[in-house]
């Protein structure tokens, strides 16, 4: 999250998830691609960390599943 001051403030639970928000910060908004990069990094610092959901894998079917409040995170197409 961007504060007004435009500094790039990374807020997370744990290590594991800091890194998979700081993968975000270091790529250039490609949503989906992003996303997996951002697990990916995750799984490589603390694999136990993924959510359980993730045991089938990181995919972009997988991805383009997450949901916020019941609604997709990403675009369908």
């Keep these: 999250m961007k504060g ?8 997370g639970s744990n290590d ?5 928000e700081i993968k975000h910060t270091a790529l250039s908004s ?4 992003d996303e997996i990069a ?6 490589g610092y603390e694999p136990s960390s993924l959510p359980s959901s993730v ?3 990181i995919n972009l079917e997988y991805i383009a599943d997450l949901k ?10």
């Design 38 to 43: 951002g697990y990916i990094a995750q799984y």
């Design 16 to 20: 594991a998830l800091h890194i998979h």
């Design 55 to 57: 045991s089938s894998g």
């Design 4 to 11: 007004s001051d435009r500094v790039i403030n990374i807020q």
């Design 68 to 77: 916020k409040r019941g609604v997709h995170l990403f675009i369908q197409f």
């Design 30 to 33: 490609n949503g989906l691609l």
